[in-house]
């Protein structure tokens, strides 16, 4: 029983590194205009939603969950927030690379 956790945990895990892998990917290709506006969805995300109290989303935080297929990490706000993170800071540090 525990091997098959950590197999699903293992699975989990790879298959979010291939998403932020694929994010990275897609953001790298993006023109300026588009990586800001990733960078404020995302952040507008990180100001707005609380993902502790899922019970009352806004249309606007509905849309950005749907864009970036975060629904299914709100079944754990810290895996959530964590992933969040992750994508802000990809679109952040491409921004930087390219104002360079």
Known sequence: MEKHINQDTQTSQELNANRLVNFKNEIEESNQKKLKLVAMKL???????????????????????????????LSNPFDFTNHVLRLLDIVETEIKRRNQ
Do not use: A, M, Q, V
């Open 43 to 73: 952040n507008y995300l990180c100001l707005s939603f609380d993902p502790y109290k899922t019970d009352d989303i806004s249309i606007e935080e509905t849309n950005i969950l749907n864009e970036f297929n975060l629904n299914e990490f």
